[in-house]
């Protein structure tokens, strides 16, 4: 097997999303914001020739009312959470879709809370793709909520697509 196959595959196993904690305390401007996304997701989107957030993207989903309009020009914590979901589930799901899960989130969590299961589940889902944790014998658990079991299965998707992206690269190698 290549050896830049197996240190990305590594990457990915072990990504790690900034948990809420981890985010920066200040408010970031636009331009911070998007180089903030971008450098600590930039192994999801490789090949990429275009950046995969923008000022004017951001702007977007703040019209569409996804994202909470910023004070003064200014981004906060709950804006960075939201756009790292909004970044990762893109590549699964419309930006309206993507809307409505965050909204299902918050009505059982506060952003803080539902941000850090997110990267949770995501961060299991993807050791799981690829080969470093155990799969369950079922994806939900019997006490698990919707939300839970939709965020552990889109979650679980996500790992899926970039697994298969991975392979599918290396089959053209």
């Not at 950046?51 to 703040?62: A, D, E, G, K, Q």
């Not at 918050?106 to 961060?123: A, Q």
Request: aromatic share 12%; charged share 25%.
């Amino acid at each position: 097997m290549d050896k830049t196959y197996d240190f990305y595959t590594q990457d990915i196993a072990d990504f790690h999303l900034p948990r809420w904690n981890e985010l920066p305390e200040i408010e970031l401007y636009i331009d911070q914001v998007t180089t903030f996304l971008q450098s600590n997701l930039l192994l999801f989107y490789p090949e990429a020739k275009t950046p995969f957030l923008t000022s004017s993207m951001i702007n977007n989903y703040v019209k569409q009312g996804i994202l909470e309009r910023p004070e003064k020009k200014k981004y906060n914590r709950s804006h960075l959470a939201h756009l790292f979901v909004i970044c990762i589930l893109k590549r699964l799901f419309s930006i309206a879709d993507i809307g409505k899960s965050i909204s299902c989130m918050k009505k059982e969590y506060s952003v803080e809370d539902g941000y850090n299961l997110f990267c949770e589940e995501l961060e299991h889902a993807l050791r799981r793709a690829f080969g470093t944790e155990e799969f369950p014998k079922k994806i939900a658990d019997e006490e698990d909520s919707r939300s839970i079991t939709a965020l552990k299965a889109i979650s679980q998707a996500f790992a899926s697509l970039v697994l298969s992206e991975q392979l599918l690269a290396l089959r053209e190698q």
